[in-house]
């Protein structure tokens, strides 16, 4: 049986060593798991994709949301409204097999990513229309007639 404190006859806990090694060990784990993870860990295996940073601008017509993608298709691309959630989502498989007269090479990889934004209420998600070009992917979000900023007036005075 293990102990992990050891108790005096008087009836009080004595102090050890192992919350020393408890706190130290603590204090690693936290250090570890709370300190920025390298490129690596946060972007998907092997193909140094990371989840594509946005932009969203707003004017008083509509918000664009602008996602840079470089080196995809059109086709790639997957976008999705459910419930006030506008999904994006992409996956691509690439494999490559060489052969020499000594050697077989072959090479495959995978990558993917999916963003997902709640919608505000103003959005018309009727009218939400999305192109690629030059690596970048752009979503119009039109806002509704009565979301729309109108522009300010004079009022007469009776």
């Known amino acids: 049986m293990n102990t992990l404190a050891a108790v005096p006859k008087n009836g009080t806990l004595s102090k050890t060593n192992l919350n020393d090694n408890f706190s130290q060990l603590s204090q690693l784990l936290d ?24 932009n969203i601008k707003e004017n008083p017509e509509e918000f664009i949301v602008e996602m840079a993608v470089p080196g995809q298709k059109k086709s790639d691309f997957k976008l999705d409204i459910d419930n006030r959630i506008l999904s994006i989502s992409t996956s691509k498989e690439e494999e490559q097999e060489q052969n020499d007269e000594n050697y077989t090479f072959r090479e495959f990889g995978y990558s993917s990513f999916k963003r997902t934004f709640t919608l505000p209420n103003s959005v018309n998600d009727d009218e939400i229309r999305a192109n690629y070009e030059d690596g970048i992917l752009k979503v119009v979000l039109p806002k509704k007639e009565e979301a729309k900023q109108k522009p300010a007036r004079n009022i007469e005075i009776s």
């Open 31 to 54: 250090g570890f798991f709370n300190r920025e993870m390298p490129s690596t860990f946060t972007s998907n295996f092997n193909t140094g994709m990371s989840v594509p940073k946005v």
